[in-house]
């Protein structure tokens, strides 16, 4: 019997169904000032590779916040993380496929409406 | 949580080993979390791929024009007391957007607390922050409508502009929409104790209702602020 009470015990830690208010508040907080600053990128017009890495960099950031504490993936079992997770991969090969294919049709434009093509 | 019944008396491994033994375990594999938990991230991970293909195809359709694209911070600018802001009704979106998600979060936690007043409070605060998150789109598309922005064209720049703004903003908007109906009952839901005492018989079904269902809830809710993220630094930003 004593062992099953440990085990509830620790469902409990890993389940994580109730937090301290503390930790919502913190990362509420956060997500705040993160947006902040990411309209800051634009309010102080950054350009370049400067606006495109601080954008990135605050939307991950305000993504990674969100998905762990608010909706509680950081308390969760690795079976579920990473079912969730993994699948995020083909987006990532599929942004890639297309960066390449607007590149291709980019130049492409270029090449016959401007250049009027090799004549 | 009422946890699941067939993990009693398991002895739970955790990290990468108990993905191995949960995954493997000729059982349930998701040890402890409720079904409807599970179904509902498989949904958002089906979502993840529809509002991706919104994204990828705009980044697609404007990297390939050889038009200047409009530059969004004019486009989306407020006049507020005679200044033009760059993008404010769009901070301010995304804010009350964020303001919504965290009340939201307390909502679910006051629920496992079984603190049905807090609870209810909570959701219809955030739906209420949905609305007024909504008002707010109707406000900038009507806007945008009356300067000549069309899917198939406007005054300021490439033609595809306006197809991937109504389309990418517009399904959105939907979700978000969606979202307030469901906030407005199950606020009613909670208020009228619905998971109080064992828990009372929902629609369609023959199951009792549990406060889980309001982290269901809030899986929906966090997931609309989180895809507003990515719309937020990929078309209002870059």
Not at chain 2, 147 to 175: C, D, K, L, Y
Request: aromatic fraction near 22%; charged fraction near 15%; proline fraction near 3%.
């Amino acid at each position: 019997m004593d062992n099953t009470d440990q085990i509830s015990e620790k469902e409990k830690k890993t389940e994580g169904s109730s937090h301290k208010i503390g930790i919502y508040l913190w990362i509420w907080g956060l997500l705040f000032v993160l947006s902040f600053f990411s309209y800051m990128v634009d309010w102080y017009q950054f350009q370049g590779m400067l606006r495109w890495s601080l954008i990135l960099f605050f939307m991950f950031l305000k993504a990674g916040l969100i998905m762990a504490f608010f909706m509680h993936l950081f308390w969760e079992r690795y079976a579920l993380v990473n079912v969730l997770l993994w699948p995020m991969t083909a987006i990532a090969c599929f942004i890639f496929l297309m960066a390449a294919e607007f590149q291709y049709t980019f130049i492409t434009r270029m090449f016959y409406f401007f250049v009027g093509g090799a004549a | 949580m009422s946890s699941d019944p067939k993990i009693d008396g398991f002895e739970l491994k955790p990290g990468f080993r108990g993905m191995a033994s949960d995954t493997g375990s000729d059982q349930t594999m998701f040890k402890g979390v409720h079904w409807g938990k599970a179904m509902m991230w498989i949904f958002l991970v089906s979502d993840t791929f529809v509002f991706s293909c919104f994204l990828i195809a705009y980044m697609k359709g404007r990297g390939s024009t050889p038009v200047e694209w409009p530059n969004p911070s004019e486009v989306f600018a407020l006049d507020a007391f005679g200044v033009p802001v760059p993008l404010l009704l769009i901070a301010l979106m995304t804010f009350v957007l964020i303001t919504s998600s965290g009340t939201m979060a307390l909502a679910v936690k006051y629920g496992y607390e079984k603190n049905r007043k807090m609870c209810g409070w909570l959701i219809l605060a955030t739906a209420i922050g949905g609305l007024t998150f909504v008002g707010m789109q109707v406000y900038e598309w009507s806007k945008l409508i009356h300067e000549g922005v069309r899917p198939w064209g406007n005054p300021f720049g490439a033609a595809q502009f306006g197809s991937f703004f109504f389309m990418i903003t517009g399904f959105h908007g939907t979700h978000v929409s969606i979202g307030v109906i469901f906030l407005f009952i199950y606020a009613y839901k909670v208020f009228a104790g619905h998971y109080e005492n064992g828990g009372k018989r929902g629609w369609f079904t023959t199951m009792k209702g549990d406060y889980v269902e309001i982290e269901i809830l809030g899986l929906y809710w966090h997931f609309v602020d989180l895809v507003w993220v990515f719309i937020f630094a990929f078309f209002y930003l870059w």
